[in-house]
């Protein structure tokens, strides 16, 4: 009985947070519809800065109908996989960042240039740099080399997943190694204080 109205409970929140989250949606997109350079903005992201291509790709896999916004029920679908979902799902949506040309494949160049991005994140923001030792390119090729199993330079999702589950170091690299969750909260939390 008191498991029920725990669930209750909970779900109560949910709804609450659900609500909250509309009317922030609302208010700063009053058309109800989010574009790259609201997006951007929302999350307090220069426009030419280090985070413009990783906020760029966040966006297309926001984007679930490639129609160049978000609307409020696509944001929040991807807010909770980023938040609940499992590692596959996880997977999934990070892979759709890494495939910036939506072709279905990661090749190096799409690869690289978020890779690239990371990178210069975190140097920015002077965050842990142990997996930065390795250059761009290293680390572009040592992932390649885990997770092409056909060697033919595009990753497919079924690689791109089976090889990110088999290597921790690829997992944490190709899972963005940057928490999209993380990221989120705390480029939302920066663009409040403006």
Known sequence: MGQSQQTECKEEIDVKALQDMYRKFVMEC???????????RFFG???TGEAS???ESMFRAFDKNGDN???????????NLVF???????????????????NGFV???????????????????????SDTQLS?????DRILEAVDTDRDGCVSMEEFIKGAQADPW?????SLDMNPAGWVLENRRKSAHF
Request: charged share 35%; proline share 2%; with cysteine.
């Open 84 to 102: 609940r979902g499992d590692l596959e799902h996880k997977l999934r949506w990070s892979f759709k960042v890494y495939d910036k040309d939506g």
């Open 107 to 129: 090749d190096r160049s799409e690869l690289r240039s978020i890779i690239d991005s990371i990178y210069r994140i975190k140097k920015c923001s002077k965050s842990d740099l």
């Open 30 to 40: 009053p058309s109800g519809v989010l574009f790259l350079h609201e997006f951007k």
């Open 136 to 140: 761009v390119d290293a680390a572009v």
């Open 69 to 79: 916004t978000i609307d409020f029920l696509e944001f929040v679908a991807a807010l």
């Open 45 to 47: 992201v220069d426009p």
């Open 170 to 174: 690829v997992l944490k690299m190709l």
């Open 53 to 55: 291509d990783y906020a």
